[in-house]
């Protein structure tokens, strides 16, 4: 190959070499640091761009999108001594390029590094059973605690969480048991109320059934004394009556009638009966009605119990 074909392959390569260093394309959602002679000079945005060659130099690439740091295994030990583990999970963005690069020798490492840090430094000020049931809590103490420190490298934390917090196996057994406890004792306290209220209820009812008993032997009462009462009326009404009928004219009359015609009506029936064999009857009937009756009205009651009654042994 002649010297000239040579010297024009060289320029050919230089030509190339020196538009690959001075044209660069930049992805979308990057962002390229550029140096100068060794100092920053600027930062590349998405798009084509325009370097001098051999001057300027690509330094650091970095992403504009939102980077997630996974920090696990995180071992604290709380105001009350007792250790957990903690894992969390935070998202952060550059914000200043310039800063990310040259304000920290690796933001990653830092950020990660921040994460445990605080984490520990929150966990030591708390109690387990905060720390346990507060996670909200503990995510804001370390947003306000690593967001200072993270503006300072160009970052913006955009948020941080706690995936969760888990505490040694010896104090996992303690808090098992002390929750079984709790347990059986919130179910002691349960039925101790529950055999409060069914003795409470069971004293109500005998209450209650007393005085609804009570109230009923008192309703009784009154209305047997209220049928007393009446029956008392009723009888001194008709008392009064009879005797307001003894004193009329005649009353003595009709009443001796009354109680002969009764007297006779009962020894017909006696003598009606299957049973009946022998009636006893007193020696001085005849007298005894004679008595009562005048003559015309005992001859005619007479003659028609004569026709009905048998003839009666007297007795002495």
Not at 302 to 313: I, Q
Request: charged share 20%.
């Amino acid at each position: 190959m002649s010297p000239g074909l040579m010297a024009l392959g060289l320029v050919i390569v230089l030509l190339a070499v020196t538009f690959f260093k001075c044209v660069r394309i930049v992805p979308q959602a990057d962002q390229w640091i550029v140096e100068r002679l060794g100092k920053y000079h600027s930062t590349l945005n998405p798009g084509l761009n325009i370097l001098i060659p051999f001057i300027d130099v690509v330094a650091y690439k970095m992403s504009a999108k939102d980077q997630m740091f996974e920090v696990k295994g995180i071992e604290g030990i709380t105001k009350d001594n007792a250790t957990v583990g903690v894992n969390a999970i935070c998202f952060v963005r550059i914000a200043d390029p310039n800063k990310a690069a040259y304000g920290v020798d690796s933001y990653s490492a830092a950020v990660q590094n921040l994460v445990m840090t605080t984490i520990r430094n929150a966990v030591g000020g708390m109690n387990l059973d905060d720390t346990l049931s507060n996670r909200d809590q503990l995510a804001i103490t370390l947003r306000a605690n690593m967001e200072e420190q993270m503006n300072d490298w160009g970052l913006i934390l955009r948020t941080v969480d706690i995936q969760d917090i888990t505490p040694s196996d010896s104090m996992r057994k303690s808090m098992e048991q002390q929750a079984a406890a709790e347990r059986e004792r919130k179910a002691t306290e349960t039925r101790a109320e529950g055999n409060k209220n069914a003795a409470i209820r069971e004293a109500e009812g005998k209450k209650q059934a007393m005085i609804l008993d009570a109230e009923a032997r008192l309703e009784a009462s009154r209305r047997e004394a209220e049928a007393i009462e009446t029956l008392a009326s009723g009888q001194k009404k008709a008392t009064d009556q009879l005797a307001a009928a003894l004193n009329a004219s005649g009353g003595h009359q009709a009443m001796s009638f009354q109680l002969a015609n009764n007297y006779v009506q009962t020894l017909s029936e006696l003598s009606k009966s299957d049973n009946a064999k022998v009636i006893a009857m007193p020696a001085d009937l005849a007298q005894a009605v004679g008595g009562l009756l005048n003559a015309g009205a005992l001859m005619s009651v007479g003659a028609e119990a004569g026709a009905s009654v048998k003839s009666p042994r007297t007795q002495g």
